[in-house]
């Protein structure tokens, strides 16, 4: 793992007073590490977390050749030309194996999911067939031999690996380990993350609201994000706008911690009073990033009575702390869940309106998508795109990203939108 300082040298257009969103992603990256520490947990337990070792599969799956189809199978060879009228031997149903062997002209009545009959290596489905009582009869080119069969260990080879460390874990996964018959997974232990919001006028829910005070929502949209995204939350409460109440929070989150994310504290004003107590806690820089909303960013690494944590410190507006999540938290997050996800990549939608856009930063705007009326992709704005309206947040259910050199779109353009389902 580099530290800050390190990657920063490394780059010739450091700029912390005008980065770009790229840039602050590029230092984010380089100076996150898996955080380690092995558990063997059941497989249910084992959703939203990350595989820890390769898995290898102990078996062949599907462990014998089976029928894909309900139908009759037969041996493959009877496919000459001539139509082929096949006897009726027995039956295999799944899990209750036909015993005889099949001989050419034979055939037996086969479900899905049923092992192939010794002798057979083609299932004709049954909706392609003459049956009358014991025979069947059907066109030449109804089907290939060899069709309709599931060849053992087509799914997954004996030996090989299923599932690759660093995989977090899906329900798909969940249902390939059990398909294996692996009761338990090694998965890494969750990331503890402690949080915090700071500012003197802010409340917490069932507080009285004096006048100029707001309630405490970041608190929320951190554990929401920070929960979904499978991490141990530690919620340390609000926290006033003062050095030493800051740097003790600050300590203890580090000492409690992997990875520290506070909300508020960080623009112009605030930072010059909270890089001093920073530089006693470690190596923390204090950024503006060319991004709206979310422009003030702090981040670095705090060292506290030996333990250490990775820093974020977000803006206070509630959007940008949601925006600023999504964009510089969540993959480095991921990083330290010993996770090998890559970015989301962007969808194309066709903008519904014209969108007013300043080259030289990037721009997060809240987006409902939807199908127009031709059917193609649209995507409309939430009215208002205030960084405190977290309405549009919520109303939202994409966010519309207008790269850095980006000017004005006109209606009918096509942008890029990542969409909230998934994100998370
Ligand atoms: P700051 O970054 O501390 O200057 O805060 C910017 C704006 O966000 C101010 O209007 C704050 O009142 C508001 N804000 C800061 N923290 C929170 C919070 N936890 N919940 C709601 N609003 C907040
Ligand atoms: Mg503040």
Same mark, same amino acid.
């Given at each position: 793992m580099n530290t800050l300082n390190t990657v920063i040298g490394c780059m010739s257009d450091y700029d912390p007073e005008a980065l770009s969103v790229e840039q602050a992603r590029h230092i984010i990256r380089e100076c996150v590490a898996p955080v380690g520490g092995v558990q063997y947990v059941a497989v249910r337990t084992a959703l939203d977390r990350v595989l820890a070792s390769d898995l290898i599969s102990p078996i062949d799956v599907p462990a014998n050749d089976n029928s894909a189809m309900d139908g009759y199978a037969f041996n493959g060879s009877v496919l000459s030309g001539t139509a082929p009228r096949l006897e009726i031997v027995g039956a295999a149903l799944a899990g209750r194996p036909y015993t005889g062997t099949v001989a050419a002209g034979q055939c037996v009545r086969i479900m899905t999911g049923a092992l192939m009959p010794s002798g057979c290596d083609t299932v004709i489905p049954q909706e392609l067939v003459q049956k009358d009582d014991a025979h069947v009869g059907f066109a030449p080119d109804a089907v290939r031999a060899g069709q309709h069969r599931r060849r053992a260990g087509e799914d997954l080879a004996a030996g +090989?690996?299923?599932?690759?460390?660093? +995989?977090?874990?899906?329900?798909? &996964?969940?249902?390939?380990?059990?398909?294996?018959?692996?009761? =338990?997974?090694?998965?890494?232990?969750?990331? *503890? #993350?402690?949080?915090?919001?700071?500012? &003197? =006028?802010?409340?917490?829910?069932?507080?009285?609201?004096?006048?100029?005070?707001?309630?405490?929502?970041?608190?929320?949209?951190?554990?929401?994000?920070?929960?979904?995204?499978?991490? /141990?939350?530690? &919620?340390?409460?609000?926290?006033?706008? /003062?050095? #030493?109440?800051? =740097?003790?929070?600050? *300590?203890?989150?580090?000492e409690n911690a992997d990875v520290v994310i506070t909300s508020g504290g960080v623009s112009v004003g605030d930072a010059d009073f909270t890089k001093p107590m920073m530089a006693r806690l470690g190596e923390v820089a204090f950024w503006k990033v060319a991004i709206r909303p979310g422009r003030p960013l702090a981040f670095g690494r705090l060292t506290s009575a030996g333990h250490d944590a990775l820093l974020f410190g977000l803006p206070g507006n509630p959007v940008a702390v949601m925006a600023t999540f999504y964009v510089f938290v969540r993959d480095a997050l991921l990083a330290t869940m010993g996770a090998a996800a890559q970015p989301m990549p962007p969808m194309r939608a066709r903008s519904a309106s014209a969108i007013t856009k300043r080259p030289g930063r990037t721009e997060f705007l809240r987006g409902i998508v939807s199908t127009g009326a031709d059917g193609a992709v649209e995507v409309s704005i939430t009215g208002a795109q205030g960084s405190g309206m977290l309405h549009s947040m919520s109303e939202a259910n994409c966010f519309v990203v207008l790269p850095h050199a980006k000017g004005d779109v006109a209606a009918g353009d096509d942008v890029d939108i990542l969409l909230f389902e998934g994100l998370i």
């Open positions: +090989k690996a299923a599932l690759r460390a660093g +995989k977090l874990l899906r329900p798909a &996964d969940l249902g390939l380990i059990a398909s294996l018959g692996i009761v =338990e997974v090694p998965v890494f232990r969750r990331v *503890r #993350v402690a949080f915090f919001s700071t500012g &003197d =006028e802010l409340r917490s829910a069932g507080q009285a609201l004096a006048p100029g005070c707001v309630y405490d929502s970041n608190r929320y949209t951190l554990f929401g994000m920070l929960h979904r995204m499978g991490a /141990d939350v530690l &919620d340390l409460g609000v926290v006033r706008d /003062d050095p #030493v109440a800051l =740097e003790a929070a600050f *300590r203890h989150a580090c």
